[in-house]
């Protein structure tokens, strides 16, 4: 990996699907270890940008897209998203399937399973444990994931993930199906990976801008395929911002923390 080069790298895309212009003209960069948000309304293009990073859409002739130092179009894709972690809700839906406990699912990360389909090995084991400790989720290896909350659930699901070794980690809209309890379990869970892998470069996805801990230093905001404001959290978190966003009259109130409440005027 060419490690100069910023984790994320996305100049002049255009996507099409279905025959339709999505993603207009975006520009876009990532520092490693940074952590940004990307904030829009459904249908904003939100997906549609994960899947340019991930390989699975393609912009149009002229564009470049590089992630972890390596441009698309002279990369092994398959081999570049074992150093990537895309965490997303419909994962989250699949975990119900099964008798798997926590240990079983996290040992599956580097298979790519869902559930342990082999045993692993005590280098595996060892790693594991780990993992769920700075997790703070030591209590959860023995639970069956069909007897954990939602939000322990997805807290598993980033340990799965962190068995790779990730360089990079996409938390799509991991919050979407949590209530408000589980939303606060998962967002401690990512201000503690923050402290404990300070290098690991996230992108955040997310409709909510309470979700949008200080934790994420930069972040942007689409809007119908294009890129409305981008920058330091700060920068982007702005009523002026957010009105334009989703068409509403958004008052913002700020917390002791940092963190960020909308009301509608
Ligand atoms: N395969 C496809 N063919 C045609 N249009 C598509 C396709 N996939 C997505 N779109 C359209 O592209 C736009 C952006 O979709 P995308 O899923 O990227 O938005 P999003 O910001 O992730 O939305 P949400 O928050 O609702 O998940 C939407 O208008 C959607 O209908």
């Known amino acids: 990996m060419d490690n100069f080069l910023p984790a994320v790298n996305v100049e002049n895309a255009r996507v099409y699907l279905g025959g339709q212009e999505i993603l207009h003209n975006i520009s876009w960069q990532v520092r490693r270890g940074e952590r940004c948000f990307i904030l829009g309304a459904n249908g904003a293009g939100k997906t549609t940008l994960v899947k340019l990073l991930m390989g699975f859409a393609w912009p149009l002739f002229g564009a470049k897209v590089q992630v972890l130092g390596k441009t698309f179009g002279h990369v092994n894709l398959l081999e570049l998203r074992k150093s990537i972690a895309w965490v997303s809700p419909f994962m989250h839906k699949w975990l119900e399937d099964g008798a798997w406990n926590g240990r079983d699912m996290v040992l599956s990360g580097p298979d790519g399973t869902i ?47 962190l068995m790779t070794n990730p360089e990079l980690m996409i938390l799509d809209e991991p919050s979407v199906y949590l209530d408000l309890a589980g939303r606060e379990f ?14 690991l470069t996230m992108i955040f996805i997310t409709q909510r801008i309470e979700d949008i801990l200080p934790v994420f230093d930069c972040g942007m905001i689409l809007k119908s395929g294009q890129i409305v404001a981008s920058g330091s959290r700060d920068e982007v978190l702005t009523e002026e911002n957010l009105k334009n966003a989703f068409d509403l009259d958004i008052q913002l109130i700020r917390t002791d ?3 960020l409440w909308t009301v509608i005027r």
Do not use: C, W
Request: glycine share 6%.
């Open 186 to 199: 998962l967002l401690k869970t990512i201000e503690e990976l923050a402290a404990t892998r300070p290098d």
């Open 115 to 161: 559930g342990l389909l082999r045993e692993p090995t005590p280098e595996e084991e060892k790693k594991a444990a780990g993992i769920m400790k700075s997790l703070k989720a030591e209590h959860l290896m023995d639970r069956p994931v069909v007897a954990m909350s939602s939000g322990e659930q997805v807290k598993v699901l980033i340990a799965r993930a």
């Open 257 to 259: 923390k940092g963190r």
